[in-house]
């Protein structure tokens, strides 16, 4: 090998390594993530979440996940519900007996007792996205949101994250923001995306008089198809379409344990 190739190869080798988990309803996957620029080294792993998905049960899912790279350092893990010192409050999507589990202590355990970072899922998705995709050129305040079955959030001010936010319960117009503006609801009732837009706009309003964001960034699936509902949007701040997708969870769960941070 010559000395340009030696060069290249070395250049084309990440260095600034982390490993991420995104426990879904449905879903378990990992990666390893390039942390310089946001990217999966080779392809993400999925495995199935266990039903019931219980703590053990998943637990054991993410162990497998990790084992499949051969990967010994740090791991991030994302799950569906709030987390606040150490401890899971709610649980979405998966098995209720995950409300007041230790989380550290349940993946320490399964998991060689490396270091972890266990942090919502939004929140992930949110600082991976406010560091790597559609928000990465802004500064001030940075809302994320996934519209899906409900409605996920994360706000960042200048890259650092205000946890746990649940802006999806939000009371608008008397009733939750999810049950008015979610992509589910949109489904259930038929409406057309010009509907569903107005409903969004007026979600979006409410969070604008609260938190004056310089941008709202929008993931879940119905942002695949963004062009055919946000010109309908009304509301005054900019709304993007998310721009990781299915990795955002993976590389903000990466991003959260090189950096120490413990929910």
């Known amino acids: 090998m010559s000395d340009a190739e030696a060069a290249s190869t070395e250049t084309a080798t990440p260095t600034n390594l982390g490993f991420g988990v995104d426990v879904g309803g449905s879903g378990i996957k990992g990666g390893i993530v390039d942390l310089d620029t946001g990217e999966l080294v080779g392809e993400r792993f999925k495995v199935l979440t266990p039903q019931p998905s219980t703590p053990e049960a998943v637990a054991g899912g993410v162990a497998e996940v990790v084992d499949h790279f051969d990967w010994t350092g740090p791991v991030g893990i994302t799950l569906p519900g709030v987390v606040t010192d150490g401890v899971m409050r709610t649980a979405a999507n998966i098995d209720k007996d995950w409300i007041g589990t230790d989380v550290y ?85 038929g409406w057309p995306y010009e509907k569903w837009a107005e409903k969004l706009s007026r979600v979006l309003e409410a969070y604008e008089v609260l938190f004056w964001p310089k941008v709202f960034v929008v993931g879940g699936g119905i942002s695949r198809k963004s062009d055919k509902w946000l010109p309908y949007l009304t509301n005054s701040t900019p709304v993007v379409p998310a721009t990781l997708k299915n990795t955002a969870g993976i590389v903000g769960a990466a991003m959260a344990v090189s950096t120490g941070l413990r929910a």
């Open 105 to 189: 202590e349940l993946f320490s355990s399964h998991l060689g007792g490396r270091p972890v970072s266990v942090l919502n899922d939004a929140d992930a998705a949110g600082m991976a996205e406010d560091r790597y995709g559609a928000a990465a050129d802004v500064d001030g305040v940075v809302v994320l949101l996934t519209l899906g079955t409900g409605i996920g959030s994360a706000i960042l001010i200048d890259g650092t994250l205000v946890p746990n936010t649940e802006l999806g319960h939000m009371i608008v117009d008397g009733k939750e923001a999810e049950h008015r503006a979610s992509s589910k609801v949109k489904e259930d009732k």
